[in-house]
């Protein structure tokens, strides 16, 4: 099994930004996936979750403003962040379940 | 949205030292459907975090059994018997019973 998230950077207060998670090794349309991040020297904080059959549900910090997708043709998560603010700063990780995870990637919010 | 409380936030062991770490929720995690969704987590210094405990009490693939889990409904218990160095780092519970799902606030093990 194998995650690859990407799609970080810096960006404004207010902007936007899309991150990816590229998954294999195993049947990606059978799984639920997660979001979850890591605030610098804080720690796991629970984003998103997308079913099998897209379902999805959301921590109240991010609800209206992130949205979570799937393709499962590409084998793909995805995670759409809107209206960023300095405190979404953060290594967004995306799991299978909770026993498998990417390496993280980073969102600075910063003007 | 269900509060899980660890304690203590920091322990110190020594190397074969047996240590416990706790995980109390705000409301049951007794699911419907009868599983408990009752997680542990290691995250080591620079690294994702890894699966050790799922559903309470069951050991993940590959992790050492000197690693257990314990408790039902809102009181559960991580036990390590007989740390070792490659223990260090820090412990998170997490449930997956109510949406949204939530994580403690983690137990970091450090070496005394």
């Known amino acids: 099994v194998q995650l690859v998230e990407s799609g970080g950077g810096l960006v404004q207060p207010g902007k936007s930004l899309k991150l990816s998670c590229s998954a294999s090794g195993f049947t990606f349309s059978s799984y639920g996936m997660h979001w979850i991040r890591q605030a610098p020297g804080k720690g796991l904080d629970w984003v998103a979750y997308?079913?099998?059959?897209?379902?999805?549900v959301y921590a109240d910090a991010v609800k209206g403003r992130f949205t979570i997708s799937r393709d499962n043709a590409k084998n793909t998560l995805y995670l759409q962040l809107n209206s960023l603010k300095s405190e979404d700063t953060a290594i967004y990780y995306c799991?299978?379940?909770?026993?498998?995870w990417g390496q993280g990637v980073m969102v600075t919010v910063s003007s | 949205d269900v509060v899980l409380t660890q304690t203590p936030p920091t322990l110190s062991a020594t190397i074969g030292q047996s240590v416990s770490i706790s995980c109390r929720s705000s409301q049951s995690l007794l699911h419907s459907n009868g599983n408990t969704y009752l997680h542990w987590l290691l995250q080591r210094p620079g690294q994702s975090p890894q699966l050790l405990i799922y559903?309470?009490?069951r050991l993940e693939s590959g992790v050492p059994n000197r690693f257990s889990g314990s408790g039902s409904g809102t009181d559960f218990t991580l036990k390590i018997s007989g740390v070792e160095a490659e223990d260090l780092g820090v412990y998170y519970c997490?449930?997956?019973?109510?949406?949204?799902?939530?994580f403690g606030a983690g137990t970091k093990l450090e070496l005394k």
């Open positions: 799991a299978t379940g909770f026993d498998y």
């Open positions: 997308i079913s099998s059959s897209s379902g999805t």
């Open positions: 559903l309470v009490s």
């Open positions: 997490v449930q997956g019973t109510h949406a949204p799902y939530t």
